[in-house]
């Protein structure tokens, strides 16, 4: 079975190491790649840019997206997923230090899957990591385009 890739959305170098080493002791097989920036998220997504050879057919089996982000911020990456056919049903997740009651309406508002404040003890990320891979890498069905 081969398994599709994450994407994830996340500026802090130190952040995405800590994701790597969450996934893997979380024993999740996919593939992450890396967007350190919401331009770079899009371009993959819609294989443009640095991923112009990239098929944009083969989507992500879901999107790990920061709010804070140079560029273009989380909420406008949520935005153009959403605005774009190809991309609407993409389940997106925004992981985020926020808890700001702002950022948790404004994503819902934009139609983010889900919404988790990253723990800061690794263990509870590790945890916390274990249960998005369970849920929507395991257990959720997606919609068949």
Do not use: C
Request: aromatic fraction near 8%; charge should be negative.
């Amino acid at each position: 079975m081969t398994h599709k890739d994450i994407l994830l959305v996340e500026d802090n170098p130190d952040d995405v190491e800590l994701t790597r080493l969450a996934f893997e002791e979380a024993n999740v097989a996919n593939r992450m790649v890396v967007a350190g920036d919401g331009a770079e998220a899009l371009d993959y997504l819609f294989a443009r840019g640095k991923h112009a050879g990239r098929d944009a057919s083969q989507l992500p089996a879901i999107v790990l997206l920061d709010l804070n982000l140079p560029k273009l911020d989380g909420r406008e990456v949520l935005q153009a997923i959403r605005g774009n056919p190809a991309t609407r049903d993409l389940p997106v997740i925004v992981l985020t230090t926020s808890a700001e009651p702002f950022d948790v309406e404004a994503s819902y508002a934009l139609g983010v899957n889900s919404y988790i404040q990253k723990p800061v003890d690794f263990e509870q990320f590790v945890w916390a990591v274990r249960q998005v891979g369970l849920y929507w890498l395991v257990l959720n069905h997606p919609r068949v385009a």
